[in-house]
């Protein structure tokens, strides 16, 4: 394999951290995809790539079920893999790695608070489908209590506003 193809390889999301997580040892496709923040398809491709540039290899280990495919850095990978333990990379890759995982749940609970807000509810419900003092107590009650509100109320008024989004949005076109 080429430099240009090494090069070209390496630049690619996910491909780093595929090598990575594959390490010293071996992995399997579903510890691989857990571990690298891209798609299943992308780390898919990145394997296969990274197969075909004999970076990995794949090896089968007899399981109770049958085989298990596994994935392996070759001398190649292991050399990459060298160069990415001298700088530090592994690290920043699992720094990145964990950052990402926290914001990811700071945005599921932003989202949830959003959604349970009941000035927010009260707000964008739009005169269409105005939340009754009834409605904003119940919300209010739960979200402060620390209860989950039912889902189904939930999806519910998720459904009035994005129809009353819909309508607003039309009734704006007819009058421009």
């Known amino acids: 394999m080429g430099f240009d193809k090494i090069d070209e390889f390496l630049r690619k999301k996910g491909a780093v951290e595929v090598i990575v997580e594959i390490g010293s040892g071996s992995a399997t496709y579903q510890n691989i995809n857990e571990a690298v923040l891209a798609s299943s398809s992308t780390v898919s491709n990145r394997l296969n790539e990274a197969v075909q540039n004999e970076l990995i290899e794949v090896t089968h280990r007899p399981t109770d079920y049958g085989t ?21 990379l592994e690290k920043k890759i699992r720094e990145l790695r964990r950052v990402q995982r926290d914001r990811d749940n700071k ?5 949830d608070y959003v959604n349970r807000d009941t000035v927010l ?15 904003l107590k119940r919300m209010s009650d739960h979200h402060h209590s620390g209860e989950t509100a039912p889902d189904e109320m939930w999806e519910q008024r998720r459904h009035d506003n994005l129809h009353a989004a819909l309508i607003r949005r039309d009734s704006d076109k007819d009058d421009s």
């Open 121 to 135: 509810l009260k707000t964008y419900s739009g005169p269409e489908r105005r939340l009754s003092d009834e409605e």
């Open 68 to 88: 298990q495919k596994r994935y392996t850095l070759t001398d190649s990978g292991k050399r990459i893999y060298d160069w990415v333990l001298d700088i530090d």
């Open 107 to 111: 945005m599921d609970q932003l989202l």
